[in-house]
C-alpha cells in the first residue's frame, strides 16, 4: 500500500532552518510528483510547491521563493522540504503529498504531517 | 497573487443538501479538486477534475462547475460529513496551485 512517512517534530529558533523528510514506499517514486503542503493550527491549507522526483524540477509558490528548497534522493525514495529563515509565522504541521496521475491529478495520498515549531 | 474564494462555514441538518462554492477568476480554465479534512486528520480527496469521484468516495458528494465558481454538493447530509472541505486549483497559467480558505460544514 502507498505510504508516505514523515521525520519527527522539530523545534527551532527563529532565523534558524529546518528540513523535514518524506519517504515514500508501496508505489514508484520516481512516477508521482510530491508536493508540499503546510496548515497552522486552526488555519487552513497552504501549498508551498513541487516536485517531480524523476527530473528534480521544481516549482514553489511565491511566498516561499528563495526561502524554500525541495530535492529528492531517489535511491531511497525519499523527498526534502527545507525551509530557512524561520520565523514563528511558519509554526505548523507541514505534509508531503503525492499527486495522483493525470487521469485524477488532485492529491490522492498524504504524509502523516510533521509539526515544526519555531520559538526563541 | 492568486486566490480562491470559499464561505467561512455552512450549516445543514441531517438530510439535507449541503452546497459550498469556489470562486475564482481561473476556474474557467483550470480544474478544481475538493477535499474533506477532520479534526487530527490529513486531508482526503473527494472530487477531482471540477465533478469526478474517487473510488471510495460515496455518491452523495457531487462536484459542478459553472463560470469562476465551483461547487460541492453533499446530498443527504450525514453526521460523518461534518469537516472542513477546501478546493484546490492552480492560477490561469498553471504555474501555481492555491487552496481555499477552507468551509467548515457543521451538521446541525
Known amino acids: 500500500q502507498v505510504q508516505l512517512v514523515q521525520s519527527g517534530a522539530e523545534v527551532k529558533k527563529p532565523g534558524a532552518s529546518v528540513k523535514v523528510s518524506c519517504k515514500a514506499s508501496?508505489?514508484?517514486?520516481?512516477?508521482?510528483?510530491i508536493n508540499w503542503v503546510r496548515q497552522a493550527t486552526g488555519q487552513g491549507l497552504e501549498w508551498m510547491g513541487w516536485?517531480?522526483?524523476?527530473?528534480?524540477?521544481?516549482g514553489y509558490a511565491q511566498k516561499f521563493q528563495g526561502r524554500v528548497t525541495m530535492t529528492r534522493n531517489t535511491s531511497i525514495s525519499t523527498a526534502y522540504m527545507e525551509l530557512s529563515s524561520l520565523r514563528s509565522e511558519d509554526t505548523a504541521v507541514y505534509y508531503c503529498?503525492?499527486?495522483?496521475?493525470?487521469?485524477?491529478?488532485?492529491?490522492?495520498?498524504w504524509g502523516q504531517g510533521t509539526l515544526v515549531t519555531v520559538s526563541s | 497573487s492568486y486566490e480562491l474564494t470559499q464561505p467561512p462555514s455552512v450549516s445543514v441538518s441531517p438530510g439535507q443538501t449541503a452546497r459550498i462554492t469556489c470562486s475564482g477568476d481561473?476556474?474557467?480554465?483550470?480544474?478544481a479538486y475538493w477535499y474533506q479534512q477532520k479534526p487530527g486528520q490529513a486531508p482526503v480527496l473527494v472530487i477531482y477534475k471540477d465533478s469526478e469521484r474517487p473510488s471510495g468516495i460515496p455518491e452523495r458528494f457531487s462536484g459542478s462547475s459553472s463560470g469562476t465558481t465551483v461547487t460541492l454538493t453533499i446530498s443527504g447530509v450525514q453526521a460523518e460529513d461534518e469537516a472542513d472541505y477546501y478546493c484546490?486549483?492552480?492560477?490561469?497559467?498553471?504555474?501555481?496551485?492555491?487552496f481555499g480558505g477552507g468551509t467548515k460544514l457543521t451538521v446541525l
Open positions: 508501496g508505489y514508484t517514486f520516481t512516477s508521482y510528483d
Open positions: 484546490q486549483s492552480a492560477d490561469s497559467s498553471g504555474t501555481y496551485e492555491v
Open positions: 503529498a503525492r499527486v495522483a496521475g493525470i487521469a485524477v491529478a488532485g492529491i490522492d495520498y
Open positions: 516536485m517531480n522526483p524523476n527530473s528534480g524540477n521544481t
Open positions: 481561473a476556474l474557467p480554465k483550470q480544474y
